[in-house]
Every structure is written in C-alpha cells, then in structure tokens.
C-alpha cells in the first residue's frame, strides 16, 4: 500500500506581511497531481492543517477544494488536528465525511480506534492521534499525567496494538532531539516536559509526523517529519520541502522516497551592495522569490527598500551588514555574556573610581539572590 506523507500546511498563513494562500493553492495542486501519479492509496495530513484556530474564508475554501478533489479521485485522506487547529471546528462534519474516505481526528475519543485499510499483505492499522497535552489526557483518561511523555504513552497503550500486524501512526508531536526552525512558535520545551522521546513510538512501522518544519527523520528512517508544506522562515531558506512517498509491503518492509515541492516563490537571503543587487536582480526570474536582503554598504542608502522593490518586490526583510552592524552584532554578544554582578561592578566603577569592597559585592549577590527567588 503506497501513502503520501504531508504536514504543517498553515493554511492561510501570512508571513512578514505576505498572504501565502496563492503559493500554498500551487503547492497543493501539486500533491494532487503526484498523488495521481504515483497511485497513492491514501494522504497522511500530519496536523496544522490551519495557521490560526479561526481561520479564514479564503483558507477555509482552500482546504475544501483540496480535500475534495483528493478525494474524488478515490484517496483515502487521513487528517488529524495539530497545535494551531481548533480541533472541534477541523472535524466538523467528520462522521458524513468518513464514508467518503476522509477521516478527520480531533478529539482523543477516536484516536485509539485505527482506521484499517487491506492490500495484498493483509490489513494496515493507521491510528490518528492529535496533538495533546497532558491536560487534555489528564482529563480524557482520568489519569495522573505530568509530561508530554506520559500523555503520548497512555494514548498510545489506550489502542491496544497488535505487534505482529503492520501499524502506522499519524501524530503531532515534539520528538526529543528533533531540529526546530523560528517559524515554529510556542515550541519552548520548559524542562524537556514537551519532548516525547523516539522509544515512544516503537510499537508502529511507520510514524508520519507533524509539528516541526524541518524534513527529517527521527531515530529510524520510518519515524519522521515530513516538514512544512514551504518555507515560513529564513531560517528554512536553505532546506528542501518535499512530499514523502511511503510504500508498505508486507511487515518490515518499506521504501521511502520523496517528491520535491515546485513553489512559486523560492524564500531565501541575498548580499550584496545595493550597486550589485540591482544589477544582479534586473532580468532575473530569482527577483520574484520572497526575500532578505542584507546591504553591505557602508553608507545609508535613502529609500533603499522602496528602490529595490522596483527589481525585487517581495521583500521581507532588508538590514545592513556593515562594520556598523558588525560592532553592533559583538556589543550585543558582550552584553549578553556579562552577569548582573558584573554590570553592577562596572557601574560602581566608573561612578566611584575604584572597585567594590568584598562586603559590598556579597551584599549586592545577596540582593540579586532575593530579587531571583521573588520571580
């Protein structure tokens, strides 16, 4: 049985200011087609399906044009909802789309149910787990659940897996280890309580994962994220967005490949004076990509960014790199090095003309120690 992994669309998703809906409209016409053309059974949608919990009409229309011409060409979609979904208004209208072969998982209560699927080899279990916190388990299972850990793990006993079928789980999760990007918010793991480590999913032959932008494998190459559908950050600029091809056999045996993402606008950084990227952009079918330009000239060019808009009109961000931003970049190093005591010390140096006597440096530690333990 052949599935198509995607995650992380966004749909909707603005990005210093630029609507991403016509990029997002030409990437999913792309899935479309290389899912007819490599006669996928069915689409893996690993979570985030929406940018915001409240979505826009424009996404919202999106989505239901995808989904249904997935669909109609006989596509099993198997979605869940991720930490941007709302998950009740995602699975609005789930249990009628079900006997279309759209399965859509928001709530716990279907997640330890699979949806099985037959092939040659026998039955396929895909489970459908949405993205959760210990909370929503806490409650759910009315158990003690401190840790992401804990709340993945108690789902994922709650489905009763058979090890000597083949078993593939759709989830959205923080794998411990995994690569970020700073187009992915609220990722701070507080303690490591977010992270749920890869022996966590050892029960399943493949896990199709969401939640992180960054394509890549975890532990073995059948646990992974098959990373956003484009580039939301610089910090992406230089990754490869791909779709996954997952080809099961029979159990063990599966062939992976992926289908490189075509956007309409590539999203990355240029150097340059502004002599030389005027220049290098005029004529160019490069200057219609997304983005940052960092000028080298030491002079401040006036309207720099409205100039370039001429020859690169997606510009999300301009700054300088000059000997100025370069004594800017080690001042703020230098800032961040030093400790509260020290810019004390310093302080009362330059005031006072001579350094602090050892009673007044233990009286001011003692002070910051008290200021610390009131935050």
Known sequence: MKFMHISDLHLGKNVRGFSML???RSLLRQV???????????LLIAGDVYDKHFPSEEAVALLDDFISEVSEQGITVLMIAGNHDSRVR?????RLFRKGGVHIVGSLQEACTPVTMEDAYGPIHIYLLPFVKPAYVRAFLNQEIESHQQAVEAMIEQMQIDPGERNLLVAHQFVAGAAT???ESALASVGGLDAVPVRSFSSFDYVALGHLHSPQAMGR???RYSGSLMKYSLSEAHQK????????KEKGEITLSQIPFRPLHDLREIKGTYDELMQRGIGNADAQD??????TDEQMIPDAKARLQVVYP???????????YAYQQELKQTLAAQSDLEWIEELYELQNNQRMETEQRELIMELLEKRKESL
């Open 241 to 248: 967005k791909a779709m996954v091809i997952v080809d099961m």
């Open 32 to 42: 479309i087609t290389h899912a007819a053309q490599e006669k996928v059974d069915a």
């Open 221 to 223: 190459e059948t646990i």
């Open 90 to 94: 995602l699975q609005f209208g789930h």
């Open 290 to 295: 997304y983005v940052y330009i960092a000028l």
């Open 22 to 24: 016509e990029d997002q």
């Open 181 to 183: 990007c700073d187009s």
């Open 314 to 324: 997606n510009i999300m961000e301009l700054r300088y790199e000059n000997l100025r």
